[in-house]
Structure formats: C-alpha cells, structure tokens
C-alpha cells in the first residue's frame, strides 16, 4: 500500500512538472465522459422514462396491431372501449385517453396540449390535484364527466401552466377560462412532477365518449394475473389481434433506437479518446524512456514499471471523470433550456440524479480500462539497451517502420470518420426533411388555426370561418388565402379508404382526404398538372394519388366517395391533378404525398387552418385576425402566425441533428489532435535522423514530403475503414438512411473536404516543426 502511494505522489509531482501534457489530456478525457455522460442522461430520458403514478409496472396499453401504422398498431374506437372496459377480468380501471392541441384564449390564444381523460384515471393513476380536485362520473352527460362540486363544464390545469398563464394563483380553482371558445371551469391543478401517459400535457379535460372516433386504452393489471392473461383475453374479446404491453415493455421497444442514436455515438467517442489519450501517454513515457531504463538497471522489475504508469494513467483519468462529471451537469443543465422549446415534453426527463452519476462513473472505469493498459505495457517493455543507446524497439511492420502508436492512429481515424459520416447522413436526412416540409411556395406560406366553440352551430361555424377567409384576401400584402381542414404533412394525418370510379370500373385505394377552398392550391405553390378547380364541388388529387388510385391514367373521368368529417360524401368528380406538396427519396414519401382535396363543401370541422401566401415572407404586414370579426363573433378562438414548415415541422427532428453534429465535431476534434499527437510521436523518434540530414544538407521540404508520405498510408487507412465500416452498418441497421445519401455529391464531396483538412493540418504540423530544430543543438543533447 505504501508503494502505490509513493507512486501517487510521485506522479502528481511528474504532471506539476509537465502541466501541458497533463492538461490535455484531462481536457480530452473530460470532454468526450462529459459528452458521453450527456448522451447516456439522453438515452436514459428516451427509453427509461418511468411516469411518476403508483406501480407503473403494473400499468399497461391495449392497441390493435396493423402492420399498416408507423408504429406497428392502432388506437380502439370509443364503442369498443366501452365493451371492454365492461367485459375485461384481467384489466382493472380501464381508462380512455386522447390527445389533441387546443387554442386557450381568444384572439390572443395560445395553442397547448389537451388529454381527454375518462373518470378511472386518476384512480388508474393513484395521483390527484395539487389543488382543487379530480373529475367524477356524471352518467347525465352522455358518458362526460365532471369534478365534484362543480356544475360547469370543467378542466384541470398542468402546474406549468399554471405557473406562466396564471402568475400562480392560489385562487385558481373556480376560475373560467376560455379552451377552443368553450368556457371552462378550473377544477385542480396537477402536481408539477405528473404526468401519464405522455409528458407535455397543459389541460386535462372530461372525455365526452361520443365525441372522439379513437382512444387510448390503458388499464392496471388485476392482482393475480400476468400480461400474458390480459394478451390472451384482448384477442378474444377484440376478435382480432391485439398488443397488450407494459409500460416496461414499450421501454424495451425504444430501446433499439435509443442505443443507435446515443449510445452508439457515446461509446465511439469515448474509443476515440481512449487511442487518442493512449498515444499521448506512450508518448511521454517515449520522452521518460532514459528515466525508465535507469529504473529498470537500478533493479525495477517490469511489472513496477508498469504499476507506476498505470497509477499515473489512472489518476489523470480519475481528475478527467470528476471535470467530465461537472462539465455533463452543466451541459445538461443548458439542455434542459433548449428542449424547453424545441421538445418540452423531453425537457422534464432529462435531469440530473443518481443515474447521470453512474454514467459518469461507468465511462470514467471503461476509459481506464481503454487508456490504462497501453502506457503500462509500453513500460513494461522497455527495452534498457535500446533507451541507453538511443536506438528504437523492432516496429510491428518492420517494412514501413509502424508501431502499436501507428496502429491506434488508424484506429481513431476510422472511428471518426464513421460519427462524421453518420452525423453528414443524418444532417442530410434532416435537411430532406426540412424541404420536404416546406411548400412550393416557400416561406411565403403562413399558418393559423381557428376553432370554433361546440356551442356554434355548424352554419354559424361555417360563416364565420368564411368572414375570416375574406378579411384575409383583403389584407394588404397577402397573394392568396384558403381554408383547410388538415394541413400536408409527412406524419400525423392518418390514410383512410376511399372508393374510386372510373370508366374502367370500381375500386378502392387508401389516401389522406381534407377539405379546402379553392385558393389552397395557390397558396401553398401546387401546380395543377391537368384540369383546374371547377365550380361546385369537386376532387383534387396530388400526383401520387393519381397514380396510386387511377393508376396513372389522368385523361379518363373519375368521381370519389370519401369519409370526410365523419361522414361519407356523394360521388364527387375528379377535375384536376396538382404536383405533390412534398416530394423525396425518403421511403414511405410517396404514400404520404396521396391526397384527395374536397373543394366547395361548406361544411368544416370545429378546427381549421387559416392558410395564406404573403407577398414578402413570413415577416410581411399582420393579418388582421385579430379584427371585426372575432368581435362579432365571440366563439372563435385563433393563435399566433406562423410560417407552415415551423407550423408541420418538428423541433425534435433538429434536435437530434444538432446533437449528432456536435459529437461529430468533438470526435473530429479529438481525432485530430489523437493523428496530430501521433506524427509528433514519430517525428521525436527520428529527431536525430532528421537532425543528421539537415547537417548533411537535405533539403527540408523533401524530408517534410518523406514524413507524410511515411504517415499517410495510416491515415488513409483509416478512413478507408471508417467509410466501409460505417456503409456496411448503415446498410444493415437503416437502409433507407444510405440509400438517401448513397448518390449524393454533396455528402461525400463536404465529408471529404472536412477530412483532407483534418488530416493535413495533423501531419504536416509536425513535420513542419521537426525540421525547424537546429542539428547541433539535437546532435549536442544525443
């Protein structure tokens, strides 16, 4: 024991003596524990998000499974909740939940995010009001519910909302607020650490049972009973296939694209910096190798040697775990404020606990465990001889004069190239998206959405909607405005069954319908590629629904009977094909581009979009929605302005991007100070070959070409691994991500480019200062 700690004190001294050595390599180590701790706090929010209710593991989903659905199922409708919630014995407090935006204000609204929930659950969730109380059955409501002791309709209110609309009011309970232009009494305010089944939720609100086409179904096992008991009773009471799951199971479900996303990226940067922070280690016991050779012949066995170097690896990695671990608090900290925007129902989390620590703690012992063994099988190998006589050990490719140094050198560059052409894919991947989500006609397009309380009726509803549609054609600055039912998006609208006639006969294709006025179509920039819209009610389709529906035959007649709103319309003729609002290589594009757009229908849903076309972008005059006619009409609720790619966008997509581009950054960085330490390593140990050759005349400029052409083969080897490395495994794991970037210049020209500097400033900087040496002054020191 007194041994390991002389060996403490003996290696504090030796860093206070070398302080830059030292310093880096804390600085390297600390960043990339610091980024992978980051990364882990991220992965633990994604995949091990438990929600704060009584004995979740015992609470669980009921969907039906269709293949069909991103997400592998679907959602039960509301008849069929209501005969299982009747029927179940192994499900206990079966509760329906649905999600939806809502607008909370007036002209001033604001848009947050609703969940209907039935009367079980709060009791599904043993979780109450922090203030006020939960709703309670009231049969008198058609199957709605509301609080105890309240005569109105009502609804519940998140703390954050609470906090930041209501200044806290402790007095809040009793209080009406306006939701979608419906008046609504605040009976409670939620504890500010709940939420279930998803985060994000500002307002809980009674689920009338005939008011919503599809549910959530959740439910707490029985006591006695297994999932497996619930799985086989759904199928049989469904009559068709269900997926009954935990709430640990759907964890286990995310947990394939949680590891791919970080910590996949995690774990390479930290193997980048283990064989970068290795060179840099063996690289100083290369510049202690006199010391270590006296040691030696003073009678120091191999293996003391090595402890010594271990201890100093170990201790330098242990101040880097502590920096990393401060460092990730503080990262986390600035992450909590961006995802507060970007994705708020993430942002509460990610936090720092007892988990985030563990993750430091495991990637400090994996980076020992890396970086360790390297300096202390260097000193364990010392060869006393050759460190006496100046000469250098037997290298493991005698032909090219490479070393173990040399081959971590490939080692780092093939790891950064793979996160650098991974982060490149992905940045590609989210810029297709982000011109996928933005229309022809550019940011020029601008969005609102207007609700119309339940209390209107339909022809008032419609008619107020159309004033608005008016006051903004009339708006300076404004080309064109249209009202529609649903806005183009690749996600979010579900396909449904639409019958098709043509002269060729009947069938029947699944496409996304909405309705729309004429303008829609200028609005958003689609170019009518046939026919145009003709008066009284009509059809539109895009290109692929053309294809997918009337299979490619644009000149015959055609007519379609669609749902729309619930109801199935009259045969309506086709009279016009435009462009797709979107278009990309990315699979499933072209299934998400089939719309059918009803034209001339009157009748609109409780919640439109206000669409319009300025005549200088998103920054040009304010419509005046704000205007005569929500004060002639008081329950009409509208938000704020904005562009239609923010509108249909999600921050999330960025999110992840710019978090995959900032570790592909850091892995280049430490890549190339890892290349960089490296050929200063090798340029060291042919100091006195180079020292002799200046002497004798050589000129500088050859014996700088002579270092690189020495050092590229390892460097193109490198990337030549990482390229087919990483190809290989996104061929395997994420197909379409390489079939997007496979053919794409840009890509490969900007990673290349990134590279060639990399690897140029790394291995001409040291030879570049390797030749400024004076030989006397080397030849003197030999």
């Given amino acids: 024991m007194n041994s390991f700690w002389r060996d403490v004190r003996f290696g504090w001294r030796s860093f206070l003596k070398r302080p830059a050595a030292a310093f880096a390599v804390v600085a390297i180590l600390a960043s990339a524990i610091a980024t992978a701790t980051v990364l882990g706090a991220l992965f633990a929010a994604v995949v091990h998000d438990v929600p704060p209710i009584t004995a979740p593991d015992e609470v669980g989903h009921v969907w039906f499974a269709d293949e069909t659905m991103p997400a592998g199922h679907r959602s039960a409708s509301v008849a069929e909740f209501l005969a299982w919630q009747d029927s179940t014995q192994t499900l206990a407090n079966l509760t329906a939940v649905a999600r939806e935006q809502a607008i909370l204000g007036d002209s001033d609204g604001v848009a947050v995010n609703v969940q209907f929930v039935t009367s079980e659950y709060f009791r599904l969730t043993g979780r109450s009001p922090r203030l006020g ?20 309709t009502v609804a519940i209110i998140s703390d954050r909302l609470w906090r930041e609309r209501f200044n806290s009011d402790p007095a809040i309970v009793g209080q009406s607020v306006r939701l979608d232009a419906e008046p609504r009494e605040i009976a409670g305010v939620m504890p500010d650490d709940f939420w279930f089944p998803s985060r994000g939720v500002d307002v809980w609100l009674p689920l009338a049972l005939d008011g919503h086409a599809t549910v959530d179904v959740v439910g707490r096992l029985r006591p006695g009973r297994s999932w497996s008991d619930a799985q086989a009773e759904f199928n049989v009471l469904a009559q068709s296939r269900t997926l009954v799951r935990s709430l640990q199971q759907e964890g286990f479900i995310r947990l394939r694209p949680g590891l791919q996303g970080f910590v996949a990226p995690a774990i390479v940067l930290l193997l980048i910096a283990c064989a970068n922070v290795g060179n840099l280690l063996v690289m100083r016991l290369v510049a202690r190798r006199r010391e270590f050779a006296i040691r030696s012949a003073l009678g120091a066995t191999p293996l003391r040697l090595a402890r010594l170097s271990f201890v100093e690896a170990s201790m330098l990695i242990a101040v880097a775990g502590a920096a990393g671990l401060i460092f990730a608090v503080w990262a986390i900290a600035a992450l909590r404020v961006a995802l507060a925007s970007a994705i708020p129902a993430l942002a509460g989390a990610v936090r720092v606990d007892a988990l985030v620590v563990a993750v430091a703690g495991v990637a400090t012992i994996v ?25 250098t050990r037997r290298p493991i490719f005698r032909r090219f004069q490479y070393g173990a140094g040399d081959v971590l050198v490939v080692v780092q560059v093939g790891l950064a ?53 008016d006051e903004a054609r009339g708006a300076a600055g404004i080309d064109a405005a249209a009202l529609s039912s649903t806005l183009p998006q690749l996600g979010g609208q579900q396909r449904v069954e639409v019958a098709v006639a043509t002269p060729a006969g009947e069938t029947k294709c699944r496409v996304k319908v909405a309705s729309v006025t004429p303008a829609f179509f200028s609005a958003l920039g689609l170019a009518f590629q046939r026919g145009r819209v003709a008066p009284g009610i009509v059809a539109i389709v895009s290109e692929s629904a053309a294809a997918r529906c009337l299979g490619g035959d644009l000149a015959g007649d055609a007519h379609v009977r669609a749902t729309v709103d619930a109801r199935m319309t009259e045969w309506i003729p086709v009279t016009g094909v ?57 329950g009409i609720a509208t938000d704020a302005w904005s562009t239609f790619e923010a509108r249909v966008t999600s921050d999330g997509v960025w999110f992840v991007i710019d978090v995959l581009g900032a570790v592909a950054v850091l892995s280049l960085v430490l890549a190339f ?9 090798s340029c060291a140990l042919r100091l006195v070959e180079l020292g002799i050759r200046l002497a004798l005349g050589a000129d500088p400029r050859r014996l700088v070409a002579t270092a690189v052409a020495r050092d590229a083969p390892l460097v193109i080897a490198g990337i030549a691994v990482g390229v087919v490395g990483t190809v290989w495994v996104t061929a395997a794991v994420w197909r379409d991500l390489l079939l997007l970037n496979a053919l794409d210049v840009r890509v490969w020209v900007g990673v290349g480019v990134v590279l060639t500097g990399a690897v140029l400033l790394a291995t001409l900087g040291p030879a570049l200062r390797a030749i400024r040496v004076d030989p006397i002054e080397v030849l003197r020191s030999e």
């Fill in 367 to 391: 980076t020992v465990l890396g970086v360790g063994p390297w300096p202390a099988l260097s000193a364990a190998r010392s060869d006393v001889l050759s460190a006496l006589t100046g000469r």
């Fill in 578 to 634: 435009v462009t797709d609002p979107f278009a990309s290589t990315i699979s499933g594009t072209a299934d998400a581009a089939a719309y059918v757009w009803i034209v001339g229908a009157r009748e609109w849903p409780a919640s439109v979009y206000l669409l319009a076309r300025t005549a200088a972008g998103p920054k040009g005059p304010a419509l005046p929605i704000e205007g005569p006619t929500l004060r002639a009409v008081p």
């Fill in 133 to 152: 109380r939960p709703f309670t059955d009231a049969s008198a409501h058609g199957g709605g519910l509301v609080a105890s002791g309240f005569s109105r």
């Fill in 417 to 469: 190239v793979a996160l650098v052409l991974t982060s490149a894919f992905i940045v590609r991947m989210g810029d297709e998206i982000g011109r996928v989500s933005r229309p022809p006609s550019g940011d020029r397009a601008i969005v609102s959405q207007i609700t119309a309380g339940k209390t209107l009726a339909a022809a008032a509803r419609a008619g107020a909607f159309e004033r608005l549609l």
């Fill in 673 to 681: 100070t890892g290349v960089y330490a490296a050929m200063s390593q």
